[in-house]
């Protein structure tokens, strides 16, 4: 069975119920099927993105990475302040690495287990943490455990694109076109993101 958001026959439902799609396809072809390896690092990564360019978040964690060189939890929470200002770490950010981490010790948060459950369950258990609102779950729950309807409504990629291909930019119009997109909208996420860097000559690598 297809696990993959990505998939050949995703896309031929999606393009059909959808010209859009059909011609950002066969403008830029399919998107790439973005994943990560499910788990606290990956947590943090996006948590780290937050409200950042993609360029800007990679650098962050980067310099975050071989500071600690073992990316985990206990580390994270061994720095200081100073340390965490050191790898360009705003004080917010630091302040919810921590809270992951503090939730992952206590064993208040198995991100590794997360797919097991179902989506509300999913986004219950991470929003419970500091620094961790709806478009962090969202974004997790695509490239973590690659469900395939979810649609992170507040994504400012997304509302940019929506205004520029349907023009339409409020939340309740947005999410009206998206229920036409059923039970794919992961999918059509990742063709919006998809048009909106290639327009923009931008990477997706993060």
């Not at 395939?148 to 939340?171: C, N, Q, W």
């Not at 909208?185 to 327009?199: C, D, G, Q």
Request: aromatic residues 10%; contains cysteine; proline residues 4%.
């Amino acid at each position: 069975m297809e696990t993959k958001i990505v998939n050949p026959e995703a896309i031929k439902t999606l393009i059909s119920k959808d010209s859009v799609f059909f011609e950002i396809n066969n403008r830029y072809g399919a998107p790439p099927n973005w994943e990560r390896e499910p788990g606290f690092e990956s947590l943090s990564k996006i948590i780290l993105g937050q409200q950042l360019s993609l360029a800007s978040a990679k650098a962050h964690f980067i310099k975050l990475k071989n500071y600690i060189s073992i990316f985990n939890p206990q580390n994270i929470l061994s720095l200081t302040d100073s340390e965490m200002r050191d790898c360009q770490i705003s004080r917010q950010k630091a302040s919810y690495l921590r809270a992951l981490a503090k939730a992952v010790v206590a064993g208040e948060l198995i991100p590794e287990s997360l797919g097991k459950l179902e989506e509300k369950e999913i986004r219950e258990q991470l929003t419970s943490v500091k620094g961790i609102g709806n478009w962090t779950a969202e974004v997790y729950m695509l490239f973590c455990l690659q469900l395939k309807d979810i649609f992170p409504v507040t994504d400012i990629a997304i509302i940019h694109t929506m205004r520029e291909l349907y023009g339409v930019s409020s939340r309740e119009e947005i999410v009206a076109i998206s229920d036409n997109w059923r039970p794919f909208r992961s999918l059509s996420t990742y063709y919006l993101w998809h048009f909106y860097l290639n327009k923009r000559g931008r990477s997706g690598d993060f």
